[in-house]
């Protein structure tokens, strides 16, 4: 399954690619990936593709549904915070909050990880958090490639990207959305996976902030604070992707409400959110603060505590919330469709 | 499609991140990615996940076969030689040729381009051959990720990783390979994606080859020869799947035949090679010469010119060969299947 050089050689060895620690880190990746895998996933590790067998969807007329992520510079907060464990659950969280708001239900995915030297402890971390949240959100993860590139990546450099695919029915596709709608707002987890260029420049290069130091509206040190896993929202928005009174769905990651609630609304059609419907979590205040960031841009940069927007019909809301909130994530209103594209605050 | 911040926001741009820039370079892309697509891409670009209808596959009891993979550090390569509209295809065509060797069509594509601050000009390039190699292959490519990370790359370097997902029927999956197949290769065009550590270390570093400079052996220079494009066998190979004497496929990477070849022979078979059934191509000897590199190890490292290994019938191996140079690509029988584990040579 992970490609690339299974066996020992000295001078290639000595020109950086150590391919002999590679091989002991692939049997231990194995059994990880394995972790993942149903009876869908055919042919076990070690082709030269993954497999997944698709004789037995019950969506009709099937439509495949793929999306591949990073988590950007999350990857440099946890090697600041020397815990790798959780970037990998941020990814297959990221990924399937994506297909979510497509309207899929996923299937399988796979990783890419890219190092300058492979430190064995470091991937197999890094794995560990991908077959976790993999097993979690009922992914096979039936393929990855592990890449050892020292002139590329500084040794203790890496960057970890992901493939996910899934599958909706046809009729599923596309926004119903329409004027009059209601936006409800899904609690985010926390950061994400965007807006950290700007929050590592505001918290560790501004504030000189330490990983084990407990910020400043205490409870949590920083290194929580700022991975802090990306919430998957399969478990509340997969059982109500059938529910006709469910319009749309937006995963706000980069470019905030702005760049993405009109990614699901038809042409003509936007939103009006209203701020003050939620409290914005503490970490936003202190980022806005201590960066003297604007308001404006605040709201484009991060998800300000909102990582998932349904978009529902107006006389269905209360009854989608309740099923939200039964399902441990009670939404809040934050706004509704109008007919004025883009997004406007009140 | 692209995720990614799609909006203006100053003080982001200020922390490294240019937001404006990358929205008018995903029109562009927009236009590349949609010469891709055929009637199976319902939903266009820039949903939250590319989509690819499969309610008319005609492969029985279909398994999706998906891979993952990058192109190692070709791209540094690309970034010296300035020329960056051909790794794009490398990326594709490695991807499918992974497929190939697992026994699947090849269906869509997705790719993940990671870079230091976004070039326009240089990530067009990229994705000018990703598309130019999916429209060749006959893939999809129905979205990608382009993510700026400014602390984790360079400000010109990049990585460019991708996602394939192809289908075959289940009866397909798996070797047949028996004692006494006849081993044959198919020529590669190159390095194709492997060894390029090894290959610039002792090409640039060592030897101080210009990108311009005509290789020792005449005929191209060395960006030419560094940078030829990894063949596709989609041509050759996809035909042949279906023929019951084709017992299995092995795509020549990282590892060479060492690496690769006992991936698709079932166990306690092996395989024994004969150097001498072929020329090695110039450049192999070159890299051998000039950077002391051991015959084992140029095996182990290299493709040595053969990039693609069909294990057939031995009585089938003359109809197989002849159907194969049909379609432009005669092979060379370089060996046969034995009963002793591993690959050795004679």
Same mark, same amino acid.
């Given at each position: 399954?992970?490609?690339?050089?299974?066996?020992?050689?000295?001078?290639?060895?000595?020109?950086?690619?150590?391919?002999?620690?590679?091989?002991?880190?692939?049997?231990?990746?194995? %059994?990880?990936?394995?972790?993942?895998?149903?009876?869908?996933?055919?042919? #076990?590790?070690?082709?030269?593709?993954?497999?997944?067998?698709? +004789?037995?969807?019950?969506?009709?007329?099937?439509?495949?549904?793929?999306?591949?992520?990073?988590?950007?510079?999350?990857?440099?907060?946890?090697?600041?915070?020397?815990?790798?464990?959780?970037?990998?659950?941020?990814?297959?969280?990221?990924?399937?909050?994506?297909?979510?708001?497509?309207?899929?239900?996923?299937?399988?995915?796979?990783?890419?990880?890219?190092?300058?030297?492979?430190?064995?402890?470091?991937?197999?971390?890094?794995?560990?958090?991908?077959?976790?949240?993999?097993?979690?959100?009922?992914?096979?993860?039936?393929?990855?490639?592990?890449?050892?590139?020292?002139?590329?990546?500084?040794?203790?450099?890496?960057?970890?990207?992901?493939?996910?695919?899934?599958?909706?029915?046809?009729?599923?596709?596309?926004?119903?959305?329409?004027?009059?709608?209601?936006?409800?707002?899904?609690?985010?987890?926390?950061?994400?996976?965007?807006?950290?260029?700007?929050?590592?420049?505001?918290?560790?290069?501004?504030?000189?902030? %330490?990983?084990?130091?407990?910020?400043?509206?205490?409870?949590?040190?920083?290194?929580?604070?700022?991975?802090?896993?990306?919430?998957?929202?399969?478990?509340?928005?997969?059982?109500?992707?059938?529910?006709?009174?469910?319009?749309?769905?937006?995963?706000?990651?980069?470019?905030?409400?702005?760049?993405?609630?009109?990614?699901?609304?038809?042409?003509?059609? +936007?939103?009006?959110?209203?701020?003050?419907?939620?409290?914005?979590?503490?970490?936003?205040?202190?980022?806005?603060?201590? #960066?003297?960031?604007?308001?404006?841009?605040?709201?484009?940069?991060?998800?300000?505590?909102?990582?998932?927007?349904?978009?529902?019909?107006?006389?269905?809301?209360?009854?989608?919330?309740?099923?939200?909130?039964?399902?441990?994530?009670?939404?809040?209103?934050? #706004?509704?469709?109008?007919?004025?594209? +883009?997004? #406007?605050?009140?």
């Amino acid at each position: 399954m992970r490609d690339g050089p299974p066996v020992s050689a000295p001078a290639y060895r000595a020109a950086g690619v150590d391919l002999e620690g590679s091989d002991a880190v692939k049997r231990r990746l194995a %059994r990880l990936v394995e972790s993942t895998l149903g009876p869908e996933a055919v042919g #076990g590790v070690g082709g030269f593709g993954g497999c997944y067998a698709i +004789g037995g969807l019950t969506e009709a007329d099937p439509v495949l549904v793929a999306s591949a992520d990073g988590v950007g510079t999350k990857v440099l907060v946890a090697r600041w915070a020397n815990r790798h464990d959780t970037v990998g659950q941020d990814l297959v969280h990221h990924c399937v909050n994506d297909l979510l708001a497509a309207g899929a239900r996923p299937l399988l995915f796979l990783d890419y990880i890219a190092t300058g030297m492979i430190d064995p402890e470091v991937v197999l971390a890094l794995v560990e958090g991908l077959a976790r949240a993999c097993r979690a959100d009922g992914l096979a993860l039936i393929g990855g490639e592990t890449a050892e590139m020292p002139d590329l990546y500084a040794a203790g450099d890496y960057d970890l990207a992901g493939f996910v695919v899934g599958v909706a029915p046809r009729s599923r596709l596309g926004s119903r959305a329409a004027t009059g709608d209601v936006v409800l707002g899904l609690a985010a987890s926390g950061l994400h996976t965007n807006g950290y260029t700007l929050a590592r420049r505001i918290v560790i290069d501004g504030a000189g902030a %330490r990983p084990d130091e407990t910020v400043p509206w205490g409870g949590e040190t920083w290194a929580e604070a700022l991975l802090a896993v990306h919430r998957s929202y399969r478990a509340t928005v997969l059982p109500l992707l059938d529910d006709p009174d469910l319009h749309a769905v937006a995963h706000v990651t980069g470019g905030g409400f702005a760049g993405n609630l009109p990614r699901v609304l038809p042409g003509g059609l +936007g939103a009006r959110l209203d701020r003050s419907a939620w409290e914005v979590p503490q970490l936003f205040r202190f980022l806005a603060e201590a #960066g003297n960031v604007s308001e404006e841009e605040m709201y484009r940069v991060f998800n300000m505590g909102i990582g998932m927007c349904l978009v529902v019909a107006a006389e269905a809301a209360g009854r989608i919330a309740d099923a939200c909130a039964l399902r441990g994530l009670p939404p809040v209103r934050i #706004g509704r469709v109008v007919e004025e594209e +883009g997004v #406007g605050w009140e």
